[in-house]
């Protein structure tokens, strides 16, 4: 595969993917192992009983990560609401790592777990890939993966990452055919522009959530062109950005009631913007949305 250097120094592969790149002090977590995050007793009922996951084995103890690796080898850690029960189906957050980080130091990073499986979700960290569209195959077979042993709701599956994260689940959807489609998307600090998301394909019905830093040396208004183009995709109607001083603009009259959203940030790159909350707000809002056809 050729690779070459950008002119933002940032690497670029076949279909124009940029790389994030960025280590984001994580080379400390590479040989060590951090507790896990405690999982919770979920309080949101899930779905009814489903035939096709009665024959889904047990996962062990619920409050213990679940390891499993995709057809590829790539490892990923799976946590579960405490009361998970194998026969219904369960929303999925899929977790991509930012760059350097493994499964167990993107949990951490991330601060997901104990909310989003209070939520009735199941949440899988996967280790990271340097950038590359073999990255991206790998990465998006995660997904897929954690449905195959778990399960997992197929309308209500998203994608979540942070700078090389957020590069892949912007990415992986328009770019890699196989994957499944999330219904949603929340992206922060992401190395990736509109202009490489075009040479992917647009997919309908994706509700997506684009958090930048308005001042990202790495990756300069990155966000800005990333949501533009997510709006363009659902049919919204056109907003100006670049003028708006505020935290978060809501893009308008999307197609199918697709909600694209941009928020703006003052953390800087190497930062996790402490979203947490409003963006497991976002994912759950958009998974319980009526689904376009």
Not at 105 to 134: C, K, Q, W
Not at 169 to 189: C, H, N, Q
Not at 213 to 239: E, H, I, M, S, V
């Amino acid at each position: 595969m050729t690779i070459e250097r950008s002119k933002r120094h940032s690497l670029r592969v076949s279909i124009a993917v940029v790389v994030g790149g960025a280590a984001l002090s994580a080379a400390s977590f590479l040989d060590w192992r951090p507790s896990p995050l405690p999982a919770s007793i979920a309080t949101t009922a899930p779905g009814a009983p489903r035939a096709d996951c009665a024959a889904h084995p047990s996962v062990g103890q619920p409050h213990e990560p679940h390891e499993i690796s995709t057809n590829e080898g790539l490892r990923v850690m799976v946590r579960t609401p405490l009361n998970y029960q194998s026969d219904r189906p369960y929303p999925l957050v899929v977790v991509f790592p930012p760059a350097q980080f493994d499964r167990f130091a993107s949990e951490r990073f991330y601060n997901l777990t104990t909310e989003a499986t209070r939520r009735g979700m199941i949440v899988a960290y996967s280790d990271h890939r340097p950038l590359s569209m073999r990255a991206m195959a790998l990465q998006a077979d995660v997904a897929a993966s954690v449905s195959a042993r778990f399960c997992i709701d197929a309308s209500k599956i998203a994608y979540f990452g942070h700078s090389d994260g957020g590069a892949m689940a912007e990415g992986i959807p328009g770019m890699v055919a196989s994957a499944l489609r999330p219904r949603a998307i929340v992206a922060s600090a992401a190395g990736i522009t509109k202009e490489d998301l075009v040479r992917g394909r647009c997919v309908p019905g994706v509700n997506v959530m684009i958090v930048h830093n308005r001042g990202d040396a790495k990756f300069p208004d990155f966000g800005r062109g990333t949501a533009a183009y997510w709006a363009q995709c659902a049919a919204c109607r056109p907003l100006d950005l670049s003028a708006h001083i505020g935290d978060c603009q809501k893009f308008e009259s999307c197609a199918g009631g697709t909600a694209v959203m941009y928020c703006g940030v003052d953390t800087i790159h190497e930062k996790w913007p402490g979203i947490e909350i409003s963006a497991l707000d976002f994912i759950e809002s958009a998974t319980k949305s009526p689904q376009p056809q």
